[in-house]
Structures are given as C-alpha cells and as structure tokens.
C-alpha cells in the first residue's frame, strides 16, 4: 500500500506570513494529488487538487506544486489569514484509492 | 441533496451497546466512503463501496463492525457490542468516480461509556 508522510505535523505562523507543509508519497503509480482542509467539528474539505500531468496549480492565495520524480507534493498559502487555522491533510491517490496523511495543525498567530 | 448527510450528529451509547451510523450520499455519487477519526489523530479507512461491486472492507478493525449500503445509495455503518475504544468522529464521504473528489460528511461523534 502506499505509505504517505506529512511535514510539520504542527506549523505556527504570523499572520500575513506563508505557510508551507510537504507530503511525500511511496506509490509511483499515484496520480492525483488533492489536499484537504478540517475545521473544528466539520468533516475535511477539498481545497485544491492537482493530476500528475501539472507540475503546480493556483488558486487565489493557495497552490500545490508537484515533483513525481521526488514523489512529494507541497501546499504553499500566502498572506496567511486566521481562517486558515485548521488541519490539513494531503491524500494521494495510489493503486488503493486516496490514503490520507496524519495531517498538519496550521495556527495562524495574530 | 447538496452535500454528504450524516445522522446522528452525535450519539452516546453505553458499553455493549449496539450502534447504528447512517450516510445519505451525493445523489448519484457511486463511490462512498467509511473513516473513523479518534481525537486528534489522522481518518482512518473502514470500508469502500463502488457501484454494485463487493465493497473494499480491508479496514474495518473487527467483526463488531460492518456496513452495507442500499439500492446504491444510504449506507449504514453498524456497530456490535461497543467498547470505549470505538469512541471516536465516525466519517462518511462519497465521490462520483473512485479515488476522485470526495466529498465528506460532518461526522458522527460517537462516545461509548
């Protein structure tokens, strides 16, 4: 099965600053690569999602970036806000479906 | 409906007690998911059900646990005999290709006590 690993498992960041968090993945079949966001009490969303043809993806103040040669891909949020504390959780999908990280604590300090 | 319904939202239930969890789906969403969220920890993945075919139950933890899913559509995650360590934020999520664009519930909070 694919073994996936997220970095840091906690991120603490000034507001207005950017924030990065990595996850690397063992399945070089994976194809898809989507992050998703937890807010307290609700279920994960999908935030943004990228197919291994595309080596990076934006949208607003988020963006993933791909390298399949190193299997890892990257969440970067610029001019970080507070409702962009939460978990985040990378999920690449493998030959088992999507397997989800342990996920990253994003605080955004004010 | 519009997203992914879960019921209850919330449940307590005393040990030995069986439990029923249930997920109404995105209409016409063929792939649906069962995870299990203890506090704090990452989700981890119970059961798969794709279409007509047998579902993927490589996950669930014991035979306490099972789950079908009807016509296609509402799925019910049943618990046996509950114990304190099943206490955790029960998940469902259903996408409209397998692998691709899940969509979640908000969960059931399960407490066993």
């Known amino acids: 099965g694919e073994n996936v690993e997220q970095h840091p498992s906690t991120l603490s960041v000034q507001e207005g600053d950017s924030a990065v968090i990595k996850c690397t993945y063992s399945d070089s079949a994976s194809n898809y690569f989507p992050w998703y966001k937890q807010e307290l009490g609700k279920g994960p969303q999908l935030i943004i999602d990228i197919r291994s043809n595309v080596g990076e993806k934006k949208d607003q103040r988020i963006a993933v970036t791909l390298n399949k040669t190193a299997k890892h891909f990257s969440l970067h949020i610029t001019e970080t806000q507070p409702e962009d504390s939460a978990v985040y959780f990378c999920?690449?999908?493998?030959?088992?479906?999507?397997?989800f990280g342990k996920g990253t604590h994003l605080i955004i300090q004010p | 409906g519009a997203g992914v319904s879960q019921s209850p939202s919330n449940k307590v239930t005393e040990k030995g007690k069986d439990v029923e969890l249930r997920c109404d789906p995105i209409?016409?969403?063929?792939?649906l998911y069962w995870y299990r969220q203890s506090l704090g920890q990452g989700l981890e993945f119970l059961i798969y059900f794709q279409g007509n075919s047998a579902p993927d139950k490589s996950g669930l933890p014991s035979d306490r646990f099972s789950a079908e899913r009807t016509g296609g559509s509402v799925s019910t995650l049943t618990i046996q005999r509950t114990q304190q360590e099943d206490s955790a934020v029960y998940l469902c999520?259903?996408?409209?290709?397998?692998?691709?664009?899940?969509?979640f519930g908000s969960g059931t909070r399960l407490t066993v006590v």
């Open positions: 209409s016409g969403h063929t792939a």
């Open positions: 999920a690449p999908r493998g030959a088992d479906g999507l397997t």
């Open positions: 999520a259903s996408s409209p290709a397998a692998g691709y664009g899940y969509t």
